[in-house]
């Protein structure tokens, strides 16, 4: 089983900053894909950035040039800097990982909230 351990939620002003990590219990060899969705209150939770092996970064249109999804490979933790934070971007932040080998499949963590209002 994996586990995904999330943290840097928080409320910030619009315009502001905030900083996701996403702590996985196994190492990154272990996963194809990992990366960031949100679910903002009334809404589908929707994709935010994904990396996957070998890949580029895919990030939703909305976020492109105010957030980058970035890794630590070595701590097996990915990282979304969220920058020029807007309200639309208030919602539960869920990180996402997707494992090989054995127990394959989709895992998610608690979800962490974020808040941008004044």
């Known amino acids: 089983q994996v586990q995904l351990v999330e943290s840097g939620g928080g409320l910030v002003q619009p315009g502001g900053s905030l900083r996701l990590s996403c702590a996985a219990s196994?190492?990154?060899?272990?996963?194809?894909?990992r990366g960031w969705y949100r679910q903002a209150p009334g809404k589908q939770r929707e994709l935010v950035a994904l990396?996957?092996?070998?890949?580029?970064?895919n990030y939703a249109d909305s976020v492109k040039g105010r957030f980058v999804l970035s890794r630590d490979n070595g701590k097996n933790t990915i990282y979304l800097q969220m920058d020029n934070l807007k309200a639309e971007d208030t919602g539960v932040y869920y990180c996402?990982?997707?494992?090989?080998?054995?127990?394959?499949?989709?895992?998610w963590g608690q979800g962490t909230q974020v808040t941008v209002s004044e």
């Open positions: 196994q190492s990154y060899l272990s996963f194809n894909a």
């Open positions: 996402y990982a997707q494992k090989v080998g054995a127990y394959r499949g989709d895992y």
């Open positions: 990396t996957t092996s070998g890949g580029p970064t």
